[in-house]
């Protein structure tokens, strides 16, 4: 019998990328001791998850997504005992841990890549996608999402092996059962350690057409249609699935990019799903041209109409994963809120974005609106995909500079900078040089600050999770939008047994008068949220919303 998981739907839970959360050690690193000194932190906001993005051994060729050891934390953070405290401490606060499960690909310096890499023959030969050339160049056409060609060289085998992401990312063959079983084995061990789960790193991914056919001619990665969601997909879940999976009272989250609501539902629904829910990006691109490098103007009703695409198709029959940062995007104040109006903005987006059903999760410093870095230089980021976004700029003639703005605008290292904990040196993040510059801004945006202040974003947070917590119309209701086509407001009704909530936001920096849908008669009695100190009144069932301003009534 499969354990009765439906926990995992009452969840919030707070995404730590840990080099960039807390340093204890004054090595300039994040680390897990400064997790546990932060667990009351974390458990105060209404948190009773954590995710750890990785934080195994790697040589950071992508900060962690390329591991070298899955078995073991990294010397900068810990080492297993201590990561075993932190899952029993979090078990004491009712909370939950998950891992990165990053098994599309292994790190280049992982012993199973450079053995595999030595010969044809050898235990290790078969774990990758090898493959020979063609016509004195490589197999296909591919292109990977992070640098250049899908393809790299090596003598040794006098053949080519496949990489999604960065060369130093090789993917591994999961058409081979030995790989399955370490993946199986790797599961094990952790969750053996008492660990509640994992998000599955572009988990989709794991199957790739068996013909390796030449992909749809794009500047970017080029044959994505035939390296994400291959013949197997389902065959590798199910069997994870029922060899580990099932004896474990644990959850996953997939992620998997260019997945549609309708995909959704075929993975997450059912007794015998392969996930319990998994990662919607389809309104994280409300501001992007084709690749989310390139930004347009921010759009609500892209975001709307994705958000409510999620909401309706998934309702009564799977679960959604509620989000608007992690540590693969910039903040989202500066890009869907307004950095001149960041406490406004940053209140309302998280009322939006966590009134609706599923499970929250926050990222980092989110909670007290930390915003995108303005960095002087190309030479201060530290990014495979920035270096690689430079290379293919460069090549179509755009002057450095230019991209340099890009990169401050786009760049997802926008959300890897320390958080900031205080006014002091370094933001209180270390006593140490810090790994990565501390975003100039950390005296005005820092977690004491905002734990002074009542009407602060950290505050509001709190307040909110407080009330989804309470009402379970915010986790399990059903969905319905009103004032679809306005490019101002987003409203929706939320409606479980009896109960009715009401979510306003406003995306506007000028006030406006908002006037109740049909149905809803306003009554400040059952405002059970808002984001300004003070409340308007209400006069004809209108009332005047001030910029970024959010509403939530609640009618028992
Ligand atoms: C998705 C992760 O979120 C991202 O950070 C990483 O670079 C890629 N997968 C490759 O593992």
């Avoid at 400064?34 to 051994?57: Q, R």
């Avoid at 290292?413 to 006014?423: F, G, I």
Wanted: charged share 25%.
């Amino acid at each position: 019998m499969m354990p009765d998981n439906s926990w995992y739907k009452e969840l919030v839970v707070y995404q730590i990328w840990c080099r960039s959360f807390k340093d204890n050690n004054g090595d300039g690193n994040g680390d897990l001791l400064g997790v546990l000194e932060k667990l009351d932190y974390i458990k105060s906001l209404g948190a009773n998850a954590i995710w750890f993005s990785p934080i195994y051994p790697s040589p950071n060729a992508d900060w962690g997504y390329d591991i070298s050891d899955y078995k073991n934390i990294h010397e900068d953070f810990g080492d297993l005992d201590l990561f075993k405290k932190i899952v029993d401490e979090a078990h004491k606060r009712d909370m939950k841990i998950i891992m990165d499960l990053v098994v599309n690909h292994t790190s280049s310096e992982h012993y199973w890549f450079k053995e595999s890499r030595k010969s044809k023959d050898n235990p290790y030969s078969d774990y990758y996608i090898w493959k020979d050339g063609k016509n004195g160049g490589p197999p296909n056409n591919w292109l990977s999402i992070f640098e250049g060609g899908a393809w790299e060289y090596v003598k040794e085998r006098d053949q080519y092996y496949m990489h999604a992401f960065a060369k130093g990312q090789p993917d591994l063959n999961m058409d081979n059962p030995k790989v399955r079983e370490e993946v199986k084995d790797i599961m094990r061990f952790w969750l053996d350690m008492g660990v509640d789960g994992f998000r599955e790193d572009v988990i989709t991914f794991i199957s790739k057409d068996p013909d390796f056919p030449n992909g749809f001619p794009i500047p970017i990665a080029c044959g994505i249609e035939h390296y994400n969601k291959g013949p197997n997909l389902m065959q590798y879940l199910n069997e994870f699935r029922n060899d580990v999976v099932k004896n474990y009272d644990c959850f996953l989250v997939a992620e998997s990019p260019m997945t549609g609501a309708k995909d959704a539902v075929k993975f997450t629904s059912g007794k015998d799903r392969v996930f319990d829910m998994m990662i919607n990006f389809e309104h994280m691109s409300a501001d992007c041209f084709m690749t989310d490098t390139v930004h347009l103007p921010f759009s609500l009703r892209k975001f709307k109409k994705a958000l409510g695409s999620w909401q309706t198709k998934l309702y009564g029959k799977a679960w959604n994963a509620l989000y608007i940062e992690n540590h693969d995007h910039p903040r989202v104040i500066s890009r869907y809120g307004n950095e001149k109006f960041r406490t406004e903005s940053g209140k309302m987006l998280a009322t939006v974005s966590y009134c609706m059903s599923g499970t929250p999760y926050i990222y980092q410093g989110q909670e007290i609106g930390m915003v995108n870095n303005h960095l002087k230089s190309l030479d201060e980021f530290k990014d495979v995909v920035t270096f690689n976004n430079e290379k293919v700029f460069k090549k179509i003639g755009m002057p450095r500079f230019i991209y340099l703005k890009i990169a401050n605008k786009t760049s997802r290292e926008n959300a890897r900078t320390p958080v900031q904990w205080n006014s002091t040196k370094n933001a209180g993040f270390t006593t140490g040089t810090p790994w990565f510059g501390v975003n100039k801004n950390y005296k005005e945006i820092n977690v004491e600050t905002e734990e002074k202040d009542p009407n602060s974003i950290l505050n509001y947070y709190r307040k909110l999770f407080k009330v989804r917590q309470e009402n379970k119309v915010f986790i399990y209701g059903k969905y319905k939008e009103f004032y679809k086509r306005s490019k101002k407001i987003y409203c929706y009704e939320m409606s479980y047994k009896g109960q009715k909530a009401l979510i306003i936001g406003s995306f506007s920096k000028k006030s406006m008068t908002f006037e109740a849908p049909k149905g809803w008669n306003l009554c400040n009695d059952n405002l059970v949220l808002n984001t300004y100190p003070d409340v308007n009144n209400i006069v004809d069932n209108k009332i005047d919303l001030r910029p970024y301003e959010a509403l939530v009534y609640l009618k028992k």
